[in-house]
């Protein structure tokens, strides 16, 4: 069983930045063997994966946000950052963190990233 706990969320403006947090419980050393992933579904639309970063620091990013989101891990910390700049108004959705175990995928409770002026 794992938890995930996410953070950071709020209200910007379009330009601004926000820095999204996720903590799992997981020990340590799975944590460290973890892919960690943010996803994000916006109001009438499908979740869709946004970043994921890989057990050695390899990163993926949906096209939608390569250059201007960045997704990291403190492993000592047990916590994937989304540094999230240049947002515009479709960034707006409840971002969700994610894991896997096995064949478990892991859920956080999810956090509102509203976009507007």
């Known amino acids: 069983q794992v938890q995930l706990v996410e953070s950071g969320g709020g209200l910007v403006q379009p330009g601004g930045s926000l820095r999204l947090s996720c903590v799992a419980s997981?020990?340590?050393?799975?944590?460290?063997?973890?892919?960690m992933g943010w996803y994000r579904q916006a109001p009438g639309k499908q979740r869709e994966l946004v970043a994921r970063?890989?057990?050695?620091?390899?990163?993926n990013y949906a096209d939608s946000v390569k250059g201007r989101f960045t997704l990291s891990r403190d492993n000592a910390k047990n916590t994937v950052y989304l540094q999230m700049n240049t947002l515009k108004p479709e960034d707006t959705a409840v971002y969700y963190c994610n894991t896997a175990l096995g064949t478990l995928d892991y859920w956080g409770q999810g956090t509102q990233v509203t976009v507007s002026s």
């Open positions: 997981s020990g340590r050393i799975v944590f460290r063997l973890s892919t």
């Open positions: 970063i890989m057990p050695g620091g390899t990163t």
